[in-house]
């Protein structure tokens, strides 16, 4: 057992009774948390449909419930463990584990928790077969993917510089599966996720990835660096992924996909269920995103990070008021300098600032910033006329935004 992992999970004492130990020697797990869900089995048709990878695959089905579960929940619940026990693997490298975590904490009880207890499964298992590299997977149980799933995060892992990565994903915005109001909510709001990327990409912020969790993955030992999963009870992916980029070695796996389901939920307060539900609910009604200006404006800070470098507080006033009067605002009203400052007194070279910078300014302080602009200064835009300035700025063309010939016919269909 690695010292790190050790601490680690002395720290993160287990919240079931599984036997860890039962888990044949696998290079790959593969983290599911399930509540509720009814479509689980055609996850596992997926994932059993793979092509093989030469060592082992677990897959670990945390099925949670909190400790004020009612009756129903727990019942549907007992439901999917006997329909797991049932199940059929038709694959010889793919394991199947079911792991019973009821009666979780009213406070920490949701996604979060439930990523974590199948998680700190896995690392348990990397500890005792000694394997820091193995490969954690993030995936839901709405979610199925390509046959080629396995076989390119084996390969991707292979690479020692690679650590962690975002997964291609397409959500179906096509089908007989749910009302065609639905898929038309589930294009905007993916063209939502894509837009807010490839503007983050537009202003050169380094950290510009996708983060949705059935959509991700990691070496042991890097989530073991960053102190685990959290126990957030929605966004645990986004919080935790950022963790995973600042200490490098983070990409993107665009050479498989995985496809989530667009289906309506209120499980969690934010994310692709919440904003389906809400736009099917107001069919008539747009999805709106940030506005295109809010980035450009930002740009002009970002492309001047080393201005910042070791500066007193009247010549950081000099610069910011030399900003848009939006980025101003907001860096002024944040007391940015009093946050930036001891991080620049501790670079010994403005390249170690320029990295060390966006450990300051990062995804959640862009995150604020332009919270901050639409509610002080700009108003959201249909997503398709966002999408399309800022393909026109970049001088691209609209279908290398859709990278799902689905996508982009849908895109069309609702534009006429």
Known sequence: MKPSFGKYLEKH???TSFNVGDIKKAGILVVIPTYLEDGLCRTLDSICACHPVQGRVAVIVVVNAGVNATEDIIKQQKKTIQELKDYKVNRDF????IIEAFNLPKKHFGAGLARKIGMDIAVQHLSDSDNENGVIV??????????NYLTEIDSYFAKPQNKACSISFEHPVAGNEFDPTVYDAIAQYELHLRYYVESLRYIGFP??????????????????SVGGMNRRQGG??????????????????????VYPSP??????????GPSVKKMVENEDEEYRTYNLQGF???????????????ISEETYQQLVLELPGRVRSFLLNSDFYNELKPVADNCSTLEVFRKRFFQVFNAFKLVKYIN???EHFLEKTPVFDAAIELLELKHIEVDDIFDDRELLKKYREIQK
């Not at 993030?138 to 046959?147: E, G, I, R, Y």
């Not at 950290?207 to 073991?224: E, M, N, P, R």
């Not at 450009?296 to 070791?310: A, G, Q, T």
């Open 13 to 15: 004492p287990p919240f």
């Open 94 to 97: 793919i394991d199947i584990y």
């Open 138 to 147: 993030s995936l839901d149980a709405d979610s199925t993917v390509d046959a």
């Open 207 to 224: 950290y510009a990835f996708h983060t949705i969790g059935s959509c991700f993955a990691f070496k042991a030992s890097s989530y073991v």
């Open 236 to 257: 645990e992916e986004f919080y935790f992924i950022q963790k995973l980029l600042q200490q490098g070695g983070y990409g993107e796996l665009n050479t498989t996909k």
């Open 263 to 272: 289906r309506i939920s209120s499980r969690v307060p934010f994310g692709t």
């Open 296 to 310: 450009i404006d930002l740009k002009s800070f970002l492309d001047n990070v080393e201005k910042y470098y070791r």
């Open 372 to 374: 901050y602009t639409h």
